[in-house]
């Protein structure tokens, strides 16, 4: 694939940023004891990567970020604008389109091995490890914690992320039997 940017790319990376618009009208679960509540917008940025690799992915989820910095109100419970990205969670949105960068450069360089676990190994690896990695040290840092401290609050929400996985990792593989669109992006 040239280096040039498609008719076909724009489209895919519109589809997986209004994708990523459609995920986050999934109601937030609130659990009574945390100040964040559980979402599925990692979802949308595990199959972003999976399914249109990691350029298209991260562009896809880049575009998403920066309508929510426009003011769009498109993050989970109808947040945008600024703010978002000088509070205490910015990390892990900041961290989206990396993870799905590293979740699509995954999935390209083993494409002839893709199943629903390697599918599952690559949305873990970009959707939980990229996203708490630069995550969790942003919390700390704003929250004023030690980073052990904002790891060990982070680990509440790692059994819903690997959940996210798993179903990310079922829709890539009945995706990619059906209507491999990763092909295009080799």
Not at 108 to 117: C, D, S
Request: glycine share 10%; no cysteine; hydrophobic share 60%.
């Amino acid at each position: 694939m040239s280096q040039d940017v498609s008719t076909r790319d724009i489209v895919y990376i519109a589809l997986f940023a209004a994708l990523m618009a459609a995920i986050n009208l999934v109601p937030a679960f609130q659990v009574g004891f945390l100040p964040v509540p559980i979402t599925a917008q990692t979802l949308g940025v595990m199959l972003a990567g999976a399914l249109i690799g990691a350029k298209r992915g991260a562009l896809a989820i880049l575009l998403f970020v920066l309508l929510v910095a426009l003011g769009l109100p498109l993050l989970s419970g109808g947040h945008g604008g600024l703010s978002v990205f000088f509070g205490p969670t910015a990390g892990f949105i900041i961290a989206w389109p990396f993870a799905a960068y590293v979740t699509g450069w995954l999935t390209e360089k083993n494409w002839h091995r893709m199943n629903a676990v390697w599918f599952f190994i690559f949305a873990a690896i970009g959707g939980i490890g990229v996203v708490y990695l630069i995550g969790i040290p942003w919390l700390a840092m704003v929250a004023k914690l030690s980073l052990f401290d904002a790891a060990m609050g982070s680990l509440i929400f790692v059994p819903g992320d690997l959940i996210k996985a798993a179903v990310a990792a079922v829709i890539a593989e009945t995706v990619r039997r059906s209507y491999p669109l990763m092909q295009a992006a080799r």
